[in-house]
C-alpha cells in the first residue's frame, strides 16, 4: 500500500513541469532576473514608463555615434583581452598534460 503511494505524483507535478521547477523558486529567479535587466536596461537609457520614446532615443544615440561606437568597442575589446586571453592561454597550458 505504502509502495502506490509513492508512484502518485505530487499534487504540482505539472504545474512544476511547466515552470522549469518549484513556483516559488522560479519566482524569486524571475524577480532576480527582472531587476538584473531592469538596471542594465536603466543604463542604456531605457524609461519602463515611455519604452517606445526610449528605445528611439536609444537607435538615435547609437545612430549617432557614428564610428565612435566602433572605436569605443574596440577598446573594450582590447581592455578585456589584456585579461581573458593570458587567463586562457594558461588554463590551456595547466589543462595540456591532464589526460580527458
Known amino acids: 500500500m505504502q509502495d502506490d503511494a509513492r508512484e502518485l505524483p505530487a499534487p504540482n507535478d505539472q504545474l512544476s513541469r511547466f515552470l522549469g521547477g518549484s513556483p516559488l523558486g522560479v519566482l524569486l529567479r524571475l524577480v532576480l532576473m527582472s531587476v538584473l535587466v531592469g538596471v542594465v536596461l536603466a543604463t542604456i537609457g531605457l524609461d519602463p514608463w515611455n519604452i517606445v520614446t526610449s528605445i528611439r532615443r536609444l537607435f538615435d544615440w547609437i545612430w549617432n555615434l557614428g564610428f565612435d561606437a566602433i572605436n569605443s568597442v574596440w577598446r573594450y575589446f582590447l581592455l578585456g583581452a589584456?585579461?581573458?586571453?593570458?587567463?586562457?592561454?594558461?588554463?590551456r597550458l595547466f589543462n595540456a598534460g591532464t589526460p580527458r
Not at 589584456?82 to 588554463?91: A, C, E, G, T
Open 82 to 91: 589584456v585579461i581573458v586571453i593570458p587567463i586562457w592561454l594558461i588554463s
